[in-house]
């Protein structure tokens, strides 16, 4: 019986801490990255880079390393993530899968007129 606690114990811990999509939300990630890791115009695509890129840099701001104009602000998100969110986080944004549809709709979309009313 005690085999058996322990290991859904360890089975919820696992799963507890390998959300990384809830880890995102949490923590406000959508707020500048977008929902899917998309980014912005401003802020960095997040979704398909390797994992170790996304660990390095998640850890470097939280250890205060990086040094720009964003740092103070990914300081503040960084800083409460243990190194195990991290990992979550990283292996979320890792497998996020790419819109097939995305470039095209790009590429078929014409702008007519000048988009007012």
């Known amino acids: 019986m005690r085999h058996l606690f322990l290991f859904f114990s360890l089975f919820a811990l696992a799963i507890a801490t390998d959300n990384g999509e809830a880890l995102y939300s949490k923590y406000g990630c959508y707020g500048c ?3 899917k ?3 912005s115009s401003s802020y960095p ?3 398909g880079k390797s994992k170790m890129y996304l ?3 998640l850890k470097a ?3 205060q390393k990086i040094k720009s104009k964003r740092a103070d602000i990914m300081v503040s998100y960084a800083k409460p993530l243990s190194d195990e969110e991290i990992k979550a986080i990283a292996r979320f944004l890792k ?3 790419k819109d097939e549809n995305e470039e095209r709709y790009q590429l078929d979309f014409v702008q007519w007129g000048d988009d007012g009313s």
């Open 95 to 97: 497998n996020i899968k």
């Open 61 to 63: 701001y939280r250890a």
């Open 55 to 57: 660990i390095d840099k």
């Open 37 to 39: 890791g998309e980014g």
């Open 33 to 35: 990255h977008g929902a």
């Open 45 to 47: 695509k997040l979704a």
